[in-house]
DNA sequence: GATGAATGAGGGTTCATTCAT
DNA sequence: GATGAATGAACCCTCATTCAT
């Protein structure tokens, strides 16, 4: 029982991602995303409350697990600049292998239906960024970084930097390897912030 | 006759970028743009195709007036740095002036409602794109940036440094100065390009 | 311009009254309302601001007429049993002669969506309600009815006599003569209110 | 067996009345009635067709309970006059014993979603009527009350001013005792059928 | 008999667009 | 050219009912 409940669930958010993806929350029909899952219309209210919370539900989920799996490689990490790296690798990666939520994330997480959602969707993208600046942080104590960085401005221009990248290669419709971009990526931002 | 014909035209564009950056496209809807603009509802569409048109028609005048203005700061230049110091001010202050358009650049130009509205939101901001990309390689020419830097993806990482930084000022409700942040988002940038 | 407006929300407040009567509140389908009216679906938004919004103008407005005309009649009495008469005479007549909204006060006046749209509903009888209880009030006064009757207590006898006996009618289908059944129920109320 | 199929079926009746009387019948949903009634949404349909069947069954079982013990007390009418006090006391007896059922009688009863319900609805109570009709016949043949009488027509009058009072203590909340009304009730109904 | 997860039909409301004036 | 009343397609969500277990 508790196995169907999640196998639903799952099909339902796995439909999700690939209709949102394709015609963003407003275009979104339940209905498509019911066919898609398999299930019927109504059989998603019994998992969701509405639409809006399959699109949290999704950005939530994928995300918890992209930032687990982000920390447990990061103890590997021997320098702030490496870690910056495996940041890199780690978006990149993730946005390979779930390309869906890299279209989600280029589309819905800007998108600014109502402040509202914006925010809350943004609370989900947060421990990304703490990451990030702890990161930067780091770097800026032992010196690998200029001191006087702003934290949360330099995260910013790392993640546009580094965000930008991904949208331009969804945008292309993925006809190249994103992973291949990592290492000029990481040369520009490492650079961007030593000396 | 003509000259009405502008001043309505106008109007209705005006209008419309205050009711999309605020609503978004598809939480905009036409009455009241029509409101806004002091016309009839039934008016807009002797000026425009459609709600869409619109979009389009703000989008292009407007990157058209920024990319001309652009163009003739850039004369000035006198370095590769000294231009992407200007392309930053410019950006940054054209922003400022004007809101709503940030707005709609966070939101629209990202959003995906068909791929075939992104591709030509995208095809008007391109002439800004190849500004910078011009600069760049001039950069590479002059040996003030690295060689063997990709044109193209350098760009990118350049754009989505600066737009990450005006993206975040439009969502906390711009209660900061951006263009404060101008000298150290060029320090980022050129820096990350240099050596 | 305005000649039309009226035209309109006539035709529609007639058509919903129609539909109501016949399928209740609930069962009525506003696509049943406009194809009765004539108008498109979209164009009883353009007059009521939603579905409840037809019933409460419905009753306010009947009733509004109703008593208007009821208290012009009242003027010719000549004692509280008098007053009482005319009050049953216009009450049937009425009924009689707007049948959609004998079924209306018969179904939904008192039907219990919520306790809140009752509430509103039983605001526009209260007129009404206010006339009898004027009439019980002045035949104490001059002695036409029992002295200590509970003012309150005896219009809702009153009524509850009266509107029951409309209540079945239209149960029947109206297959009897209402008006006929005057003098028989004024004699059972006054005669309950003498001595 | 039939014990525990008869305890379901109470067990079901109970909670939809309650359910019944709360949100009437149209906003009362199933799985609520399940709930309260400790049972799963599809054993209802075990004991009844449908939702309106339960609605039926309430009313016929409730209604046949009462008028078996009101025919008990009316044995001991010593007249027709005190067989409407009997009456009275034990409509509104009952009436304060089932609040559920008053206001169930207030709103179903009279509801109108089809003229079918109605109509078998109205069949349920009609051995009360025939009770009240009854009393009359008696009266009129006794010399209690007047010659001339229309049965039917004077059962109504009766009835309605009966149940007006309930309805209004219904609708008020039953913030006061119903029972204390009797003696002005059974007044103003008795003088109305006498000389 | 009992369960409750699953179904899917149904409807109020919005709003881009049209067109008679 | 300008108006704005009218249109009607489109969609999220609810909930009575079913049926596999």
Redesign the interface.
């Known amino acids: 029982m508790a196995r169907r409940r999640i196998d639903k669930t799952d099909a339902i958010l796995k439909a999700a991602a690939k209709i949102f993806a394709v015609?963003?929350f407003?275009?979104a029909k339940i209905s498509e995303i019911a066919k898609e899952a398999g299930v019927a219309d109504g059989t998603i209210y019994l998992y969701f409350q509405n639409k809006e919370d399959i699109l949290h539900t999704l950005f939530r989920s994928t995300l918890e697990d992209f930032v687990g799996r982000l920390k447990e490689r990061l103890q590997q990490a021997k320098s702030p600049a490496d870690a910056l790296r495996i940041v890199c690798e780690h978006w990149f990666g993730f946005m390979e292998e779930n390309v869906y939520l890299a279209?989600l994330n280029?589309?819905e997480l800007?998108?600014?239906?109502?402040g509202e959602r914006?925010k809350k969707l943004?609370e989900y993208i947060w421990p990304f960024f703490e990451i990030i600046e702890g990161i930067i942080r780091q770097g800026i104590e032992d010196g690998s970084f200029r001191p006087g960085?702003?934290i949360r401005?330099?995260r910013?221009?790392?993640?546009?930097?580094?965000?930008?990248?991904v949208?331009?290669w969804v945008?292309s419709g993925r006809k190249y390897s994103l992973t291949a971009?990592i290492p000029?990526?990481c040369?520009?931002?490492i650079?961007?912030?030593?000396?």
């Open positions: 015609n963003g407003n275009g279209h280029l589309v800007r998108e600014h239906i109502s914006r943004n960085l702003d401005h330099t910013r221009l790392i993640f546009g930097a580094m965000d930008q990248i949208a331009s945008v971009l000029s990526t040369e520009f931002i650079k961007g912030l030593q000396k």
